[in-house]
Each structure stands twice: as C-alpha cells, then as structure tokens.
C-alpha cells in the first residue's frame, strides 16, 4: 500500500517528524508518500510538493509497478476524503485507462498517522 499524508501534524505528533520539520514542510507543501509493507512497517519512500504532484507520484507507483491492474481490483483509501479519492481515481482512469476502482475508508490506526485527507492506493503490483 502507498499512501500520502495532507500535513505533517500528524507525523509530528507520532514523533515521526519534528516541530520543525513538521511545520516547515507543511507551509511549504511537503508531502510524504509512505510504503506500508506486508508486516506493517510504514516507511517512507518518497516527497512531492503540492497535493496535485503527490497525488501524481502515486498514480506514477502504480503505473510503474502494477502487474496487469487492468484486470484486477485497485483499493483507494481515504482519511474522510471521498472527493479528493474520486479525483485520484479520475487521475488514475485518464494514465491506466479504466479499471476496477474500489473506494474504502482506513482504519483508525492508519488514518491517525496521515490526518484527514490521506489517501492511500492497493494495486496487484509486480512485487509482494
């Protein structure tokens, strides 16, 4: 799963970033892209600046390491953020074409580290 955070508040109030990190990168647009592997580690794995760009570095993981994502289901979960979900969605449908696109809300533990307005993608990928 790769998913992105809105703001960094979140990340500094789980001690991930610090104060002033966290409010730095957050006035100038930061945001993470985080991997969150198959035994629960969330790593990071990339930045982009502005929601518009890191909403492209996702659709750009998919593109790279999707295996047929065609013909399978692709997950996108939001932190109480449909609409920015289905516009991720559009942005994927536009680069892949149209596919099998499920949206789901994340838990509280995952939703806790990114805030509202994370979203987050699981596609059939070419590595496990």
Same mark, same amino acid.
Do not use: W
């Given at each position: 799963?790769?998913?992105?955070?809105?703001?960094?508040?979140?990340?500094?109030?789980?001690?991930?970033?610090?104060?002033?990190?966290?409010?730095? +990168?957050?006035?100038?647009?930061?945001?993470?892209?985080?991997?969150?592997?198959?035994?629960? /580690?969330?790593?990071?794995? +990339?930045?982009?600046? +502005? /929601?518009?760009?890191?909403?492209?570095?996702?659709?750009?993981?998919?593109?790279?390491?999707?295996?047929?994502?065609?013909?399978?289901?692709?997950?996108?979960?939001?932190?109480?953020?449909?609409?920015?979900?289905?516009?991720?969605?559009?942005?994927?449908?536009?680069?892949? +074409?149209?596919?099998?696109?499920?949206?789901?809300?994340?838990?509280? %533990?995952?939703?806790?580290?990114?805030?509202?307005?994370?979203?987050?993608? %699981?596609?059939?990928?070419?590595? /496990?």
């Amino acid at each position: 799963m790769y998913f992105m955070a809105d703001d960094l508040k979140f990340f500094h109030r789980s001690g991930r970033v610090g104060g002033l990190s966290a409010m730095m +990168g957050t006035l100038i647009g930061i945001r993470p892209i985080i991997y969150m592997d198959a035994n629960g /580690r969330m790593t990071s794995c +990339g930045k982009a600046k +502005g /929601r518009k760009k890191t909403l492209e570095a996702l659709v750009d993981k998919v593109a790279e390491l999707g295996d047929d994502v065609k013909n399978h289901r692709i997950l996108v979960g939001h932190s109480d953020s449909l609409e920015l979900a289905q516009q991720f969605a559009e942005m994927l449908k536009e680069r892949i +074409g149209e596919c099998d696109i499920e949206f789901v809300e994340v838990n509280p %533990t995952a939703g806790s580290h990114c805030g509202p307005n994370g979203i987050g993608v %699981t596609f059939h990928a070419t590595q /496990r």
